[in-house]
T-cell receptor, first 112, second 111 residues
Framework: ETGVTQSPTHLIKTRGQQVTLRCSSQSGHNTVSWYQQALGQGPQFIFQYYREEENGRGNFPPRFSGLQFPNYSSELNVNALELDDSALYLC???????????FGPGTRLTVL | AQRVTQPEKLLSVFKGAPVELKCNYSYSGSPELFWYVQYSRQRLQLLLRHISRESIKGFTADLNKGETSFHLKKPFAQEEDSAMYYCALLYSGGGADGLTFGKGTHLIIQP
């Protein structure tokens, strides 16, 4: 069984740029959730994708958007990057929306 | 809005001593609670989920709806328990089932 993978491991962007982060869900999982974890904080829910549709989102602006593909992998896109977007971005997959979520290792984004 | 509070940012105990990591929540619906653990340089991983009522690595947690708490306990701490612990609440809002996390407690087990 392959676990959740994320790419890239880390990246550096400048303010105003756009970024795409990628996630491959665990085998057999059709639901992907994205979280932002700022330094010293717990993860914060961004949004969830279920069967290629956005299933709902947390308190994040529309410049945070995503996609889910037929193989259930997912992308997180952030436009017009701000300094406060610097964080660890975590992807989690589950077999159903209310099932246990399994996390990837994260992508560390630094915005300068 | 839902909220999870972990009052201790850091907890240091000696090996063999009992451990209790506190977690309180506020949520208007029926709560579903988890403890996740992150060991050094590893990913966040599930420790236990209250509905499964399992004991993992000697840890247990009981949901107390009256006190809105889900404290994590272990009778005898081991050095390998040193890690970051997060309490999380699964909520349903806007169609999504997202997790709300506390800020975490850094547990240090001293030899």
């Amino acid at each position: 069984e392959t676990g959740v993978t994320q790419s890239p491991t880390h990246l550096i962007k400048t303010r105003g740029q756009q970024v795409t982060l990628r996630c491959s869900s665990q085998s057999g999982h059709n639901t992907v959730s994205w979280y932002q974890q700022a330094l010293g904080q717990g993860p914060q829910f961004i949004f969830q994708y279920y069967r290629e549709e956005e299933n709902g989102r947390g308190n994040f602006p529309p410049r945070f958007s995503g996609l889910q593909f037929p193989n259930y992998s997912s992308e997180l896109n952030v436009n017009a990057l701000e300094l406060d977007d610097s964080a660890l971005y975590l992807c989690a997959s589950s077999s159903l929306t209310r099932d246990t979520q399994y996390f990837g290792p994260g992508t560390r984004l630094t915005v300068l | 809005a839902q909220r999870v509070t972990q009052p201790e940012k850091l907890l240091s105990v000696f090996k063999g001593a009992p451990v209790e990591l506190k977690c309180n929540y506020s949520y208007s619906g029926s709560p579903e609670l988890f403890w996740y653990v992150q060991y050094s340089r590893q990913r966040l991983q599930l420790l236990l989920r209250h509905i499964s009522r399992e004991s993992i690595k000697g840890f247990t947690a009981d949901l107390n709806k009256g006190e809105t708490s889900f404290h994590l306990k272990k009778p005898f701490a081991q050095e390998e328990d040193s890690a970051m612990y997060y309490c999380a609440l699964l909520y349903s809002g806007g169609g999504a089932d997202g997790l709300t996390f506390g800020k975490g407690t850094h547990l240090i087990i001293q030899p």
